[in-house]
């Protein structure tokens, strides 16, 4: 994995600047990693969506507005939430899965509460 070298060490006081670079890496791994498995793997079975959702940042707090700033958007459930983070066009599910993985992880790496989610189509 990257290493990101941000600003400052806690999530509270990120940068609009430091959101960006983990946004910008969280999205490279996840493309790298969706690309590996097609190249493993191919195109396996399902057709589906895959997402990560960040948890337990307010939208009123300094940094939810940095986070809104640097590009994150909230889904229904009040969560961040980034759809398809590979960016990869393929209807693969396990694909855009692999994707989504990786990009939790480099959030969660960044000190966010970060999950993957799919579902079929």
């Not at 396996?44 to 707090?61: D, H, K, P, S």
Request: hydrophobic share 40%; proline share 1%; glycine share 10%.
């Amino acid at each position: 994995m990257t290493t990101l070298n941000l600003s400052t060490t806690t999530i509270a006081s990120y940068t609009v600047e430091d959101l960006k670079t983990i946004k910008a890496a969280a999205l490279q791994h996840a493309r790298d990693a969706a690309e590996a498995s097609v190249a493993a793997n191919g195109e396996l079975g399902y057709c589906g969506f895959a997402w990560v959702n960040i948890y337990g940042v307010r939208g009123n707090t300094k940094l939810g507005r940095n986070m809104k700033a640097a590009g994150f958007e909230k889904d229904y459930t009040g969560a961040y939430s980034i759809w398809n983070p590979s960016g990869l066009g393929t209807q693969c599910m396990y694909t855009k899965e692999q994707g989504a993985y990786a990009a939790a992880k480099v959030f969660s790496a960044a000190g966010f509460t970060a999950y993957a989610g799919s579902r079929a189509d």
